[in-house]
T-cell receptor, first 115, second 109 residues
Framework: DTAVSQTPKYLVTQMGNDKSIKCEQN?????MYWYKQDSKKFLKIMFS???????INETVPNRFSPKSPDKAHLNLHINSLELGDSAVYFC??????????????FGPGTRLTVL | GQNIDQPTEMTATEGAIVQINCTYQ??????LFWYQQHAGEAPTFLSY??LDGLEEKGRFSSFLSRSKGYSYLLLKELQMKDSASYLC??????????WGAGTKLIIKP
């Protein structure tokens, strides 16, 4: 069984469109994350949700909005897509914000290409 | 600012040993992680260190020196499947995970 799953795996779209990426984890974790990995391979955290509350909101454009219908899901909605949004987006989850249990488990990634 | 440094790329020979270094400067420290990422795939957890010293796990070992802000990942008996990027990440005082850019390891026969 896949622990952290994302859909779609590939997304190609036109500039100006609105799109969503879905993420689900079946690990019973309390915290979920969205990361953006750009062409230089840096993983940059975008959002973190703990028990349905936003606990980190890095300085990302407000065109990006995370939506968490329940503890097992954290979806990423993007409005008015721009060329610079092209990247791989990873969802991750962790059990808690404690010590060793903070290991993050990653989804397979969604490669977004904006034309 | 917070900073994590790793070499961009390293090359090693199948069957050999390689050490990937990581130095960090962060606001607080709650542990250091090493992740492996194959091309086109998600990062996978390798190790976690929060106390000084060496932790061994099969062919992989990870070392930490908190006073020096330094860690290394040691890979023994290299196999072709070890070709991947190795990411160093530090958990800071706010429990945010700060990531390095990763070290691309190329294994040659």
């Amino acid at each position: 069984d896949t622990a952290v799953s994302q859909t779609p795996k590939y997304l190609v779209t036109q500039m100006g469109n609105d799109k969503s990426i879905k993420c689900e984890q079946n690990l019973g974790h309390d915290t979920m994350y969205w990361y953006k990995q750009d062409s230089k391979k840096f993983l940059k955290i975008m959002f973190s949700y703990n028990n349905k509350e936003l606990i980190i909101n890095e300085t990302v454009p407000n065109r990006f909005s995370p939506k968490s219908p329940d503890k097992a899901h954290l979806n990423l909605h993007i409005n008015s897509l721009e060329l610079g949004d092209s990247a791989v987006y990873f969802c991750a989850s962790s059990q808690d914000r404690g010590d060793r249990t903070d290991t993050q488990y990653f989804g397979p990634g969604t490669r977004l290409t904006v034309l | 600012g917070q900073n994590i440094d790793q070499p961009t790329e390293m090359t090693a020979t199948e069957g050999a040993i390689v050490q990937i270094n990581c130095t960090y400067q962060t606001s607080g420290f709650n542990g250091l992680f090493w992740y492996q990422q194959h091309a086109g795939e998600a990062p996978t957890f390798l190790s976690y260190n929060v106390l000084d010293g060496l932790e061994e796990k099969g062919r992989f070992s990870s070392f930490l020196s908190r006073s020096k802000g330094y860690s290394y990942l040691l890979l023994k008996e290299l196999q072709m499947k070890d070709s991947a990027s190795y990411l160093c990440a530090v958990l800071d005082s706010n429990y945010q995970l700060i990531w390095g850019a990763g070290t691309k390891l190329i294994i040659k026969p």
